[in-house]
């Protein structure tokens, strides 16, 4: 039997390395990131059987006579692969055997290609495929990830409450999100960048569409806000990425802040959870770094197909436990004091940082509205509550004036003018977490400014 395979000098149209990688993301009080099943990765060649580029009559006429010999082994040599990857895949044992020259040869079998199937190889629309699975390496360090919050109307508008107490879901929430992709600079293979292809968000019930909006901050990018009946869920599509952080031996790419406006939210009432899931696409992107090259039945490797097209996709999917993340969404209470007949002078902003030292804040310098020695005074302080930050923004304000004062004086009555002001105070409030606790604080420091300032009062 001739040992020697048939030489089938096919044009290459399609070479295709992809891997992918998925993840689960928890999004709660106790957050976690992990694997959702093993990487895969998959070698695709493509030859047309067109009878024109792909395979013409001669070279098909040639490849029938050498098949119709007697005594041939039946396989039908296509090319060649070289491959480098570092160890970080099973290329090589998906691939098989090793040829004299250090490549691996593609071959088919020849009953793909018989004599009497030969009208095949002219045939128009006709594709012959070649493909490998493997298995990549899990990267040691996991690439993708989200960031999710909620927010309220009221965080957006500036104007906050004044010492919050509601519960419940408001008129407006707003979804932030943020997705991040990290990859070893080694991987990346070209210029291109990542794109979120589709973020889907499984939603209860069939909502309607003119509840949602989305945009992105702070360019002001909107993207259409789909429904999928089929995956019942919310669908935005192509989101770009872009580059971070190239510092190092990593490259880090994240999507700018994406909003999801969600008006009378009451769906989500019922809801302990809701899932996220992002389909990230990264051209020119192999994290197993493999390293390929296509040679074609000659040898020849300088075609312009010798490099593949390479991708890889990564799939998150985070879970968001609805009740952590409301109870921890952005707020912005305030309160404000007035204190009459209280001068505005430096004395009084003394107490007033005095008073919040007290309460455990770490204060700033003052800072001044201005170029002369009085009000306005603004400043900031803040303490550690638990595993949040409570930021106060005070500013201190107010006017001097002059009253008339009547003293008895044996038996006459007699009149005189005394400085005095009006002092007002503004805390604004800037935590994550229960209302109560900056209702606390905002107390607190009020009931302690009565006492020192009740000295400070102008009688008359």
């Avoid at 012959?128 to 009221?154: G, N």
């Avoid at 939210?265 to 019922?270: F, G, K, N, W, Y």
């Avoid at 390929?292 to 097209?309: I, V």
Wanted: overall charge negative.
């Amino acid at each position: 039997m001739n040992a020697d395979p048939v030489f089938a000098p096919l044009t290459l149209a399609e070479f295709t390395a992809t891997e992918r990688y998925e993840y689960r993301q928890e999004l709660s009080s106790n957050p976690r990131l992990d694997e959702a099943g093993a990487p895969a990765g998959q070698l695709r060649l493509a030859y047309p059987l067109d009878g024109a580029t792909g395979c013409p009559r001669p070279v098909a006429d040639r490849v029938a006579t050498q098949l119709a010999q007697p005594g041939h082994d039946g396989k039908l040599l296509v090319g060649y692969l070289g491959l480098a990857d570092e160890g970080r895949s099973d290329l090589h044992n998906a691939l098989g055997e090793v040829s004299d020259f250090g490549l691996r040869p593609l071959t088919l079998a020849s009953s793909e290609l018989a004599p009497e199937a030969m009208v095949a190889l002219t045939a128009d629309r006709q594709l012959l495929e070649f493909s490998t699975d493997y298995v990549p390496k899990a990267p040691r360090v996991l690439p993708i990830r989200f960031q999710a919050e909620l927010f309220d109307e009221e965080f957006f508008s500036g104007q906050g409450q004044r010492l919050v107490t509601r519960d419940g879901f408001l008129r407006c929430l707003t979804l932030r999100t943020v997705v991040e992709v990290a990859v070893a600079r080694a991987a990346v293979r070209g210029e291109g960048l990542p794109k979120l292809t589709e973020l889907l968000i499984p939603w209860p019930g069939v909502p309607s569409l003119r509840n949602f909006s989305f945009c992105q901050i702070p360019s002001g990018d909107t993207r259409p806000v789909c429904f999928d009946p089929d995956r019942r869920g919310l669908v935005i599509s192509d989101v770009p990425l872009t580059l971070r952080d190239s510092a190092g031996e990593s490259l880090l790419y994240v999507t700018s802040p994406m909003l999801l406006m969600i008006n009378q939210p009451a769906e989500l009432s019922q809801q302990s959870e809701l899932t996220l899931e992002a389909t990230v696409d990264f051209p020119d992107c192999l994290l197993s770094r493999a390293r390929l090259r296509y040679f074609d039945a000659a040898g020849r490797g300088d075609g312009p197909r010798a490099h593949p097209q390479c991708e890889t996709r990564f799939t998150v999917r985070a879970r968001l436990q609805l009740g952590d993340l409301f109870r921890n969404r952005p707020r912005r209470p305030w309160l404000a004091i007035r204190f009459e007949r209280v001068i505005p002078d430096q004395e009084r902003l003394n107490n007033i940082q005095d008073a919040l030292v007290d309460l455990g804040f770490r204060t700033l310098p003052a800072v001044k509205n201005g170029a002369n020695e009085g009000p306005p005074w603004r400043f900031q302080v803040e303490r550690r509550e638990g595993p949040h930050r409570l930021e106060l923004t005070v500013e201190v304000s107010g006017k001097r004036r002059r009253i008339q004062v009547e003293e008895e004086q044996g038996q006459r009555m007699i009149r005189s003018e005394r400085e005095t002001g009006d002092l007002e105070i503004l805390i604004m409030a800037d935590f994550r977490g229960d209302d109560t606790t900056a209702g606390h604080y905002l107390n607190q420091l009020h009931e302690e400014l009565r006492k020192r300032f009740r000295s400070a009062v102008t009688e008359g």
